[in-house]
T-cell receptor, first 115, second 114 residues
Framework: DAMVIQNPRYQVTQFGKPVTLSCSQT?????MYWYQQKSSQAPKLLFH???????NEADTPDNFQSRRPNTSFCFLDIRSPGLGDAAMYLC??????????????FGEGSRLTVL | AQKVTQAQTEISVVEKEDVTLDCVYE???????LFWYKQPPSGELVFLIR??????QNEISGRYSWNFQKSTSSFNFTITASQVVDSAVYFC???????????FGTGTRLKVLA
């Protein structure tokens, strides 16, 4: 059974129209991550949560926000999507121990298309 | 600065051939972790292996083997007797002790032809 579930798998939005992507996990992991992956590029970390403690990467645009209402759920909000935000968005989790050394558990990703 | 380089963008092999995927990393940390993940067409990255910086022993798991050499900052991945199901994008990643930031390489797309 899938342990990290992302919805929707495919999202089409119009330029400037806000979009929310969701991620849920059944692993009870403390740490949740959002990565952006563009075609033929490395996954790029946008931010991560350790429990409710939010950690934003310095180069993550302000257009990207995140919420984590509880351990199981995490949301990625893109306030005004531009054409350059079209990408696969990957959610991942890891356990509390061994920071930097923990295995990441990924969802199947949400592919965002911006028209 | 931390960096992971996977110079091979795409590799094609015929089934049953052996194939090695290269990974070179840069870090100033003394304690760090190296990973390989597989991304099949479905999109979900799947963990394959983790190595910490103090353990340079090579590892073999079935048809998969990994060669970690600190002297050359490399963590290469070999698939023996490749199969069509091995077709995927493979990512090498680097984690630093004490942080939750993992750096990924750009991936190598492996195509195994029947």
């Amino acid at each position: 059974d899938a342990m990290v579930i992302q919805n929707p798998r495919y999202q089409v939005t119009q330029f400037g129209k806000p979009v929310t992507l969701s991620c849920s996990q059944t692993l009870n992991h403390n740490v949740m991550y959002w990565y952006q992956q563009k075609s033929s590029q490395a996954p790029k970390l946008l931010f991560h949560y350790y429990d409710k403690d939010f950690n934003n990467e310095a180069d993550t645009p302000d257009n990207f926000q995140s919420r984590r209402p509880n351990t199981s759920f995490c949301f990625l909000d893109i306030r005004s999507p531009g054409l350059g935000d079209a990408a696969m968005y990957l959610c991942a989790t890891s356990g509390p121990g061994l920071a930097g050394g923990g295995e990441l558990f990924f969802g199947e990703g949400s592919r965002l298309t911006v028209l | 600065a931390q960096k992971v380089t996977q110079a091979q963008t795409e590799i094609s092999v015929v089934e049953k051939e052996d194939v090695t995927l290269d990974c070179v990393y840069e870090t100033r940390d003394t304690t760090y972790y190296l990973f390989w993940y597989k991304q099949p067409p479905s999109g979900e990255l799947v963990f394959l292996i983790r190595r910490n910086s103090f353990d340079e022993q090579n590892e073999i798991s079935g048809r998969y083997s990994w060669n970690f050499q600190k002297s050359t900052s490399s963590f290469n991945f070999t698939i023996t007797a490749s199969q069509v199901v091995d077709s995927a994008v493979y990512f090498c990643a680097l984690g630093s002790s004490g942080t939750y930031k993992y750096i990924f390489g750009t991936g190598t797309r492996l195509k195994v032809l029947a």
